[in-house]
């Protein structure tokens, strides 16, 4: 074969080979690829926890901070705790109360909660968390248009015996203070949920959401005049044992648990009956002596010791 030949075909095989690149360039440059590795990370989060489907599946995309303060009982208020029935109050600055039944009242908290809103001022205020089992405390948070979780000064404790009957229980309140913030843009569930994924040590892989997400408030700091700043927050229950909050305006990140809650309620009311302290106290039953409510206080939020019954 001739050079002249053997050139002609390396050029018309050269030319066959870069219509062929030019087809598959004009082809795939209209097509959009995502690189393997960039899925989005919301997927990556519903391709790795469970009970993606206790998200809302709609949720608001504003809300405003809670202004809320400390409640003090009016003399009309104290009249009707005062006036509650088969119990002795124990009541610090006007608004902590403190009470133990005269009777322990027979009632199935979980199942007939209800019950206690005849024994208990404003039940209607307080939802129900959860139990702690440490201290036989079933634990409400109150409500001001949603939750406020694990506030010392919006909670009530109801504490039972080993026959589950009720014994004694302990009741803070907050008011909405009179200014209140505009709404503003806050971030979705999945945005929050999406967080706590990729924060080791927080949700991993395989780890389930066991309850519906809600949108609540958790404290973000005590202002000088006593209001407290409550951001909204979503609530994530992880394994039906944690339960972590995340603020839903700037994504801060809380997690909480109940018998860490329980102590700290027993050392705030401890700080009211120290020396020097100048807290302020009525008693609704004036038989009572001071050894009376020393024993209340020793009782109240007890821990229960665990018995091995001489089992390692």
């Not at 066959?16 to 209209?30: E, G, K, P, Q």
């Not at 979705?188 to 994924?197: E, I, N, R, V």
């Not at 009211?272 to 206080?297: K, M, P, Q, R």
Request: net charge negative; with cysteine; glycine share 4%.
């Amino acid at each position: 074969m001739q050079w002249g030949q053997i050139k002609t075909l390396f050029i018309l095989c050269f030319l066959i080979l870069d219509i062929f690149l030019l087809h598959h360039f004009i082809t795939y440059s209209n097509t959009n690829f995502e690189p393997i590795d960039n899925v989005s990370m919301e997927d990556d989060v519903r391709n790795n926890v469970n009970g993606i489907n206790n998200l809302p599946e709609e949720s608001p995309a504003e809300e405003a901070m809670l202004y809320a303060e400390r409640k003090e009982f009016s003399d009309t208020e104290l009249t009707e705790i005062e006036e509650l029935p088969n119990q002795t109050s124990v009541i610090i600055d006007r608004h902590l109360i403190i009470s133990e039944f005269d009777k322990p009242l027979a009632v199935n908290v979980e199942e007939d909660v209800e019950a206690l809103a005849e024994n208990i001022w404003n039940f209607n205020q307080y939802r129900y968390f959860d139990k702690d089992e440490a201290s036989n405390t079933y634990i409400f948070f109150q409500e001001i248009d949603r939750p406020i979780y694990f506030n010392p000064s919006g909670v009530l404790l109801v504490q039972v015996n080993d026959k589950e009957e009720v014994t004694r229980y302990v009741q803070t309140i907050l008011e909405k203070a009179e200014d209140q913030q505009e709404p503003e843009e806050i971030n979705s569930p999945m945005d929050a949920l999406t967080g706590l994924y990729l924060r080791n040590g927080f949700i991993r892989s395989g780890d389930e959401i066991t309850a519906e997400v809600e949108l609540g408030y958790h404290n973000l700091l005590p202002l000088p005049n006593g209001v407290q700043l409550l951001a909204p927050t979503w609530e994530f229950e992880v394994n039906g044992e944690r339960h972590y909050y995340v603020n839903a305006i700037e994504g801060h990140l809380t997690s909480r648990n109940d018998e860490d809650f329980i102590q700290e309620m027993k050392t705030q009311i401890s700080d009211y009956f120290a020396e020097g302290s100048t807290a302020e106290f009525e008693v609704t039953d004036e038989e009572w002596e001071e050894e009376d409510i020393e024993l209340l206080l020793e009782q109240l939020l007890e821990i229960q010791e665990e018995t091995t019954n001489g089992v390692e």
